[in-house]
């Protein structure tokens, strides 16, 4: 049994560990402040930490899903109490994980808006971003 809880353990562990390490930490009260000069900019940067937490929840969110060690009730309880924790709940880690993904693109289409009142146009927008404007 401590073969297969620790198996799991490093197994979530590591998901959970890579996703935390992979959404930067801020200041409190942190503010962004963009201009003409780093609009498009720091929408790109944030696009980039969207697309890799995006990766890894396609990747890996399948991995949280836990398998009852046995076949006792115990067991298939705490499988199930894991997995609400882990994907089931409103609250759980791959719920948190994409609600921050969501507000990263939230904030990605307000930057897109603000380099549009700076003057820039539907192609440069784009351009910043590897697409093209049909």
Do not use: C
């Not at 073969?3 to 930067?24: K, L, M, R």
């Not at 697309?51 to 006792?72: E, H, Q, S, Y």
């Amino acid at each position: 049994m401590n073969e297969t809880t620790g198996s799991f353990a490093t197994g979530v562990g590591a998901f959970v560990n890579e996703a935390i390490q992979a959404i930067p930490t801020a200041p409190p009260n942190a503010t962004l402040t963009v201009n003409h000069d780093n609009v498009l900019a720091a929408a790109k940067i944030i696009q980039t930490q969207i697309d890799a937490l995006d990766d890894m929840l396609r990747n890996k969110a399948p991995t949280l899903v836990v398998d009852a060690a046995a076949d006792d009730p115990v067991s298939q309880d705490a499988a199930r109490a894991w997995n609400y924790r882990l994907v089931g709940a409103d609250d759980s880690y791959a719920s948190r994980i994409t609600e921050y993904v969501l507000s990263l693109k939230k904030l990605v289409a307000q930057l897109k808006d603000s380099a549009k009142t700076y003057g820039f146009n539907e192609q440069d927008i784009a351009a910043t971003f590897g697409t093209t404007v049909v």
